[in-house]
């Protein structure tokens, strides 16, 4: 079975300033790894997705995040944030039959002034 | 945005009613799935269907039933509500069972 681990529950980050989301993960296969991002009260929108090519993928909205199997993570960055980052953001693990998706606990992104 | 609608978007239903929320896609994607959202738990797969008529349980399933008669349509129905069924519940759509699932508005779901 595979699992998703959320290192902080909470971020809070200055505009303009680096933003650093961590997730671990656990899997007995190569895994497909998500981050989707859910603004209050909305659906929950893809930002990226890993599927066993580059290790380094990019996303939507400036975000990106790098594979690195011998870490077991699959950490979510962006250089500068920008107050619409506000949100929380999940990572997510699919099994190896690709049909059911194990999400982390989420981590909530707060964007200072 | 993917062509997903749930109806309702609200409900606030007694404990012991029957509920049935429904899940509408215009993408014809094969697969369908209902979450649940609690805090603290991110969102929890319930059940899922892979074509007309094929269903498969999910990690959270006990006091939900699903039924899909139309490849657009995913109804999710809890036949018995109770207060530990309140929650945000989403439905998703994924072409296949590989690609990545696009999710709804969410419905939020009061049981009182």
């Known amino acids: 079975a595979q699992s998703v681990t959320q290192l902080d529950s909470h971020v809070s980050v200055s505009e303009g300033t680096p933003v650093l989301l961590r997730c671990n993960y656990s899997?007995?296969?190569?895994?497909?790894l998500f981050w989707y991002v859910q603004h209050p009260n909305k659906g929950l929108q893809l930002l990226l997705k890993y599927t066993s090519a580059a290790t380094l993928v990019k996303g939507i909205n400036g975000f990106e995040a790098e594979f690195k199997k011998s870490e077991t993570s699959f950490h979510l960055t962006k250089p500068s944030a920008h107050m619409s980052d506000a949100a929380e953001y999940f990572c997510v693990v699919s099994d190896e039959a690709g049909n059911m998706l194990t999400f982390g606990g989420g981590t909530r992104l707060m964007v200072k002034p | 945005d993917a062509g997903i609608t749930q109806s309702p978007r609200h409900k606030v239903t007694e404990t012991g009613t029957p509920v049935t929320l429904r899940c509408h896609q215009t993408e014809n994607h094969r697969y369908m799935y209902w979450y649940r959202q609690d805090p603290g738990h991110g969102l929890r797969l319930i059940h899922y269907?892979?074509?007309?008529?094929?269903?498969d349980k999910g990690e959270v399933s006990d006091g939900y039933s699903v039924s899909r008669s139309k490849t657009e349509d995913f109804l999710l129905t809890l036949e018995s509500a109770t207060s530990s069924q309140t929650s945000v519940y989403f439905c998703?759509?994924?072409?296949?069972?590989?690609?990545?699932?696009?999710f709804g508005p969410g419905t939020r779901l009061t049981v009182t």
């Open positions: 899997s007995s296969y190569s895994p497909s």
């Open positions: 269907s892979y074509g007309v008529k094929d269903t």
């Open positions: 998703a759509i994924s072409r296949d069972g590989l690609a990545e699932q696009y």
